[in-house]
């Protein structure tokens, strides 16, 4: 069988997205006090950065920001590989009293942002966590529901959201890719 991709987003669109999305998170947490941002190991990261940029050029600030590995805290990655890639969690400020918006690429199931919860306690208690998603694509396991959210697809079966980012694929762009 021929996988088909159809282009959801381009790069345009991609970066009027993200300017979008951090405009909002601004807008709903009035303002940067007490915000951080961290991205979720691998597109998330990419994601979180450009976000962190954009709200940092804005506002002429500085933003901490972070980078999550979930590995060890998902419900699965015993049966995804025996010998799971850990990456590195680099988190260098409190996460007391932050409201944390935590950024991945797409959110389906919930399994990755429960995860992520579970991750992020362990390393403090922020007043609150909030997600940004470039896309969501429906199919939830678990009750998540990201806060901000740049693309809202409904996938099928067999179909599949993939998101390549300049600074680990060398293009911008979300692909849905299905049988054909």
């Known amino acids: ?10 790069g345009d669109d991609i970066d009027r997205t993200l300017s979008r999305m951090s405009m909002q998170i601004v807008e709903h ?6 915000l951080a941002i961290i991205g979720i190991y691998t ?19 500085s933003l901490p920001a ?24 680099a988190i260098d400020f409190s996460l007391q009293d932050k409201v944390v918006v935590l950024v991945d690429d797409v959110v389906f199931t919930g399994r990755t942002i429960r995860a992520a919860l579970d991750a992020i306690m362990d390393l403090g208690r922020p007043r609150c966590i909030q997600l940004a998603s470039l896309v969501d694509r429906g ?24 998101v390549l980012l300049r600074e680990h694929d060398g293009v911008d762009e979300v692909v849905l890719v299905r049988q054909g």
């Open 1 to 10: 069988m021929q996988k088909v991709k159809t282009r959801l987003l381009d």
């Open 29 to 34: 947490n009035h303002g940067v006090e007490n």
């Open 43 to 61: 597109g998330g990261v990419y994601l979180a950065q450009r976000i962190q940029a954009l709200i940092q050029e804005q506002f002429g600030i």
């Open 66 to 89: 972070g980078s999550l590995d979930i590995t060890l805290y998902r419900d699965d990655w015993s049966l995804a590989a025996q010998n799971p890639v850990v990456k590195k969690t």
């Open 139 to 162: 199919g939830r396991e678990l009750p998540i529901q990201a806060d901000f959210v740049g693309l809202d697809v409904q996938v099928g079966l067999g179909e599949h959201v993939h």
